[in-house]
């Protein structure tokens, strides 16, 4: 029973269950690679250097060019489709991350997100090049995300232990 200045309110809000697919999101490529560059730039950076250090090849360009490629082919799009993989196959713990939901039932414009959608499928998109470079973007972002909620929590403990030891007095 909600209350609100001394007048009595109850509102009891049904919710209609609805079955839905899920169908797998298109974003924009270049948008998905432009949210991942800080942090791809940064492990390229690291990856060529130490890559220059122990190549026997004395040119320092034809270091940078081969061991850019096989970070691109070995590292980012591997680790990105595994990222993007790992979100996209538990859709309801990372709020339908990676999906477009599709009701197969009409659903009014006020009560849009007042139903519950009940999953009967999940629907991806066809396996071509392009489109594995675009989930590799996108699990480069939730790598990208994970990095930052993962770096801001280990941050508290590292504040108050640089504090005990006299730092920032």
Known sequence: MVTGRGVGLS???ERREVPADLVEATPGA???WLLASPFL???????????????????K??????????FALLVVLPLGWLAHRAVTSVPRLFQHAGWDIQPLE??????KYL????YQGRHRASNTWQRQWLRAAQGWVY????????????MVPLFFSAIDFGFGR
Request: glycine residues 8%; aromatic residues 18%; charged residues 10%.
């Open 143 to 154: 790598i990208e995300i994970a990095a930052i909620l993962i770096g801001g929590v280990l």
């Open 41 to 59: 730039v940064f492990v390229l950076w690291l990856w060529v250097d130490v890559f220059a250090f122990y190549s026997p090849v004395p040119w």
């Open 61 to 70: 360009w034809l270091d940078v060019l081969i061991g850019a490629a096989i």
């Open 30 to 32: 270049w948008g998905m």
């Open 115 to 118: 139903v519950r959608y009940v």
């Open 106 to 111: 009409a659903v009014s414009e006020q009560e």
């Open 11 to 13: 509102a009891a809000i």
